[in-house]
């Protein structure tokens, strides 16, 4: 019965090999991320699910064809697949059976290309012995980076360069929809603001470029629900889905606000739910885990401060929140707050938010120091708006002593001083948008 049992299992992952070797890549976008090959570790891109990460690896797969890697030496395996169920001993049949469909193949040579990893048990020693025993080119994938972190860190010490891949910034959105543009054009400018609030609506998931709009929230939605059952319910082993669903969804609909399992629980309660704040908290940490959210933490000198203090929230993609929360979808000031949340974090620019009397939406930081103030303010026609997103800004920038500071907002442009501070206030399509990526 055993043998019978790795035979059949064998001949399918042989079909799975062949398949994948036979079948054309699809139509890859330039990304700005280009994963390095050659270096060595375990490169490892962990991101939400169809964010684009196996594009990535077909990316890659494509430049050392061009460089001469023949087709026998790269093996692509999506451990996604639903034909498959590994126990721990079973990964083994994988390189069993690429060697016997190539046996004059040195595995030594080949390069090895594991996506979405985390759906296989004890992938961790399997990888850390291929990239030990067998081959120093080992890519994977996942889409849960607190189970990527911790394997990792016991697993692959010292052995792994970690990338976090984000759905498509403005940038290549643009450079698929209209590759090109000169935002010195006024024609060029009116295409740039267009797809700017496109992008603010639809947000940056690679599949949807193509697709008709009618399909685009449907198919947001069945991103969730995979994200809700796979990487929450069934991951984590969570009994009570009623509650862990209202809790994505009033994550998701807090997007660009401070986020409160306090309040939650409450409201939880006042409903009839029974339901403990740890269970709470620990859901926080799985809904950012799956990289269904991205919490920012308020500035604070120490770090214990900042990390106890209250954070904001912002879904990973502006259009997967407008997708699911009707009221996320008509407030505009707060898709163009998670709008330039995300894009600041896909540049790996890592943020807080400052509080001091007024608010400052971002501090971009720089090795523990602020380097730069952002705000964001959909529209600064009304004075007393205006007042308070200029002081804001300017008591953020004096208390760092930053000469300068930026306000965002969707097609307003000016530059003024106050207090000694510089204020450039400008579109937030002109602010990420560089000519020079098309």
Request: contains cysteine; charged residues 25%; neutral net charge.
């Amino acid at each position: 019965m055993l043998y019978n049992f790795l035979v059949n299992s064998k001949d399918l992952l042989k079909t799975i090999i062949m398949d994948s070797h036979r079948k054309a890549l699809p139509e890859i976008w330039l990304r700005t991320l280009q994963i390095p090959a050659g270096t060595g570790k375990v490169i490892t891109l962990t991101g939400v699910r169809r964010s684009g990460k196996t594009y990535h690896l077909f990316n890659l797969m494509n430049r050392l064809r061009s460089n001469g890697v023949s087709n026998e030496r790269l093996l692509y395996f999506n451990f996604a697949d639903e034909r498959l169920n590994f126990s721990p001993p079973e990964l083994d049949l994988i390189l069993q059976a690429y060697q016997e469909l190539y046996p004059a193949q040195k595995l030594s040579e080949c390069f090895f290309f594991f996506d979405e990893i985390q759906e296989a048990l004890g992938w961790e020693k399997f990888v850390n012995r291929v990239h030990d025993s067998i081959s120093p080119n080992v890519f994977i994938t996942g889409s849960n980076a607190r189970l990527l972190s911790q394997e990792i860190a016991t697993s692959l010490r010292g052995r792994t360069l970690t990338f976090e891949v984000y759905p498509l910034s403005f940038n290549e959105f643009v450079a698929i929809q209209s590759p090109g543009l000169n935002p010195h054009s006024s024609a060029d400018r009116a295409v740039l603001v267009n797809l700017f609030e496109r992008f603010m609506q639809q947000g940056g998931f690679p599949e949807l470029i193509r697709l008709e709009d009618v399909l685009k929230d449907k198919i947001l939605q069945e991103y969730f629900n995979v994200m809700l059952f796979r990487d929450l319910i069934e991951r984590y082993q969570i009994s009570n889905s009623v509650i862990l669903k209202y809790f994505c969804k009033r994550v998701i609909g807090a997007s660009a606000g401070e986020f409160s399992v306090h309040k939650i629980y409450n409201e939880l309660k006042s409903q009839g739910y029974k339901v403990s704040k740890d269970t709470l908290y620990a859901f926080q940490d799985y809904v950012e885990a799956i990289y269904l959210t991205r919490f920012v933490n308020k500035w604070a000198a120490s770090i214990v401060k900042s990390e106890s203090a209250q954070k904001k929230c912002y879904v990973i993609d502006q259009g997967l929140g407008a997708a699911l929360d009707y009221k996320l979808s008509q407030d505009q000031g707060r898709l163009l707050e998670t709008t330039v949340a995300l894009e600041l974090l896909k540049r790996g620019k890592p943020i807080a938010y400052h509080q001091n009397g007024s608010e400052c939406d971002f501090l971009i930081t720089d090795r523990g120091s602020v380097t730069t103030a952002v705000q964001v303010s959909i529209d600064i026609a009304d004075p007393k708006t205006r007042e308070r997103e200029i002081k804001g800004l300017v008591q953020s920038c004096q208390n760092f002593d930053l000469p300068e500071g930026v306000i965002l907002t969707l097609d307003h442009a000016e530059e003024l001083e106050r207090d000694g501070v510089r204020v450039r206030i400008l579109p937030a399509w002109q602010y990420f948008y560089s000519d020079s990526y098309s």
